[in-house]
């Protein structure tokens, strides 16, 4: 890392601060919106690609989190992943299996289960909330550099502005003020203007300085 002058470091460590105490929650609230809303779908997506067994496989899945059983999630996840590979649910419930993990301090498990999604999702909009979700986990475990590519470019248009707002985390953990403000104000170039999303991007900017 280079050399930052104090005013600079005094701004990553606020930032360092800020990640640590809110950033697994704030990261899990995005995803958690996304999953939600691909859940929704998750039905449809079963009507119309896949057999009664994957819908029964992923209703352990769904069993598992109503028993707040991360083991259980991931063993459902697991055998859904072995058995129904190919399944159109089968990504949704490797998600479900990641997010179970990560909100359970289960790092690599829940890496795993993303990078499974990145490698075998066949829906652009679930290879980005895999690798957006990947990103978080990679940021926990100081991956600055995968991190930063696992967000370098959004398959959906929709999640540009999402990525752009965690290579800013990233950058700004790691160091790179400059980068990360610019990073930050990409976020805010594609974001709504009524985005929920938008003030906390406006907060971070504005912590760094900016």
């Given at each position: ?150 967000v370098q470019g959004a398959k959906v248009a929709s999640f540009a502005a999402l990525f752009a707002d ?45």
């Amino acid at each position: 890392m280079a050399a930052f002058d104090l005013q600079e470091q005094e701004q990553i460590d606020e930032l360092k601060a800020w990640w640590s105490k809110w950033g697994r929650l704030v990261s899990g609230c995005l995803i958690a919106v996304v999953v939600g809303y691909l859940g929704r779908h998750a039905w449809q997506a079963y009507q119309n690609n896949q057999g009664n067994s994957a819908a029964e496989a992923y209703a352990a899945v769904e069993a598992g989190v109503e028993a707040k059983d991360p083991a259980k999630v991931r063993a459902a996840a697991e055998k859904m992943r072995t058995d129904n590979a190919n399944a159109a649910l089968t990504p949704r419930a490797m998600l479900v299996a990641a997010k179970t993990a990560f909100e359970a301090g289960d790092l690599d498990n829940a890496r795993k289960s993303l990078e499974w999604v990145v490698a075998n999702a066949k829906e652009d909009a679930l290879i980005d909330t895999a690798n957006l979700r990947l990103a978080a986990v990679l940021l926990d475990q100081k991956q600055f550099d995968a991190a930063l590519k696992a967000v370098q470019g959004a398959k959906v248009a929709s999640f540009a502005a999402l990525f752009a707002d965690m290579r800013g985390d990233v950058l700004s953990i790691k160091g790179d003020i400059a980068g990360a403000k610019a990073a930050y104000q990409e976020a805010l170039v594609k974001l709504d203007a009524k985005a929920p999303v938008r003030k906390l991007v406006e907060t971070k900017l504005n912590a760094l300085g900016a």
